[in-house]
T-cell receptor, first 113, second 109 residues
Framework: DGGITQSPKYLFRKEGQNVTLSCEQNLNHDAMYWYRQDPGQGLRLIYYSQIVNDFQKGDIAEGYSVSREKKESFPLTVTSAQKNPTAFYLC????????????FGPGTRLTVL | GQNIDQPTEMTATEGAIVQINCTYQTSGFNGLFWYQQHAGEAPTFLSYNVLDGLEEKGRFSSFLSRSKGYSYLLLKELQMKDSASYLCAALDSNYQLIWGAGTKLIIKP
């Protein structure tokens, strides 16, 4: 079964700690994305990667970092510099070919205590 | 700036028809997507329009007018399981998706 997995589903961390969210896909997609979703708001792009070993900042990259060492994996680190990290984090991937539909993982809900 | 507008919330009755509107203003346009998102879950792809007109897919249809910067999602024979948020997203000239805040659809028996 092809798909996108994110782990964990729920994550709690103390203020001042860095935390890494996992995203893995076996769809053979070239492009991967990280979004943040807050109540009552649209999805906001954090980072995206169109090819291995390359990634670009999205609209709200401050306080986050990513890596793309393998095609299948695109982990997101939420650093202590992120002022309001509590949110629902969604990872997506797409083939990079028209119409380039994005498919989403189940999400990770991060709560900072 | 780039902007997507859709109603915050709509209510409809089981078995009825509902139309969810979306207007967009983007720098360039390369298509419009509709996604469904149940509470606490990930968005799932519903439809993609790039040419003017209506695309029908079972109980769901999506319409696009490029000249008016307007799209709608039409849901027929509503079922309780259709209670969800519906997200409209437009692809701009850089092939970046611009997302609306979503329309929460409440279905009443």
């Amino acid at each position: 079964d092809g798909g996108i997995t994110q782990s964990p589903k729920y994550l709690f961390r103390k203020e001042g700690q860095n935390v890494t969210l996992s995203c893995e896909q076996n769809l053979n997609h070239d492009a991967m994305y990280w979004y943040r979703q807050d109540p009552g708001q649209g999805l906001r792009l954090i980072y995206y990667s169109q090819i291995v070993n390359d990634f670009q900042k999205g609209d709200i990259a401050e306080g986050y970092s990513v890596s793309r060492e393998k095609k299948e994996s695109f982990p997101l680190t939420v650093t202590s510099a992120q002022k309001n990290p509590t949110a629902f984090y969604l990872c997506a991937s797409s083939s990079g070919r028209d119409p380039d539909t994005q498919y989403f993982g189940p999400g990770t809900r991060l709560t900072v205590l | 700036g780039q902007n997507i507008d859709q109603p915050t919330e709509m209510t409809a009755t089981e078995g009825a028809i509902v139309q969810i509107n979306c207007t967009y203003q983007t720098s360039g346009f390369n298509g419009l997507f509709w996604y469904q998102q149940h509470a606490g879950e990930a968005p799932t792809f519903l439809s993609y329009n790039v040419l003017d007109g209506l695309e029908e897919k079972g109980r769901f249809s999506s319409f696009l007018s490029r000249s008016k910067g307007y799209s709608y999602l039409l849901l027929k024979e509503l079922q309780m399981k259709d209670s969800a948020s519906y997200l409209c997203a437009a692809l701009d000239s850089n092939y970046q998706l611009i997302w609306g805040a979503g329309t929460k659809l409440i279905i009443k028996p």
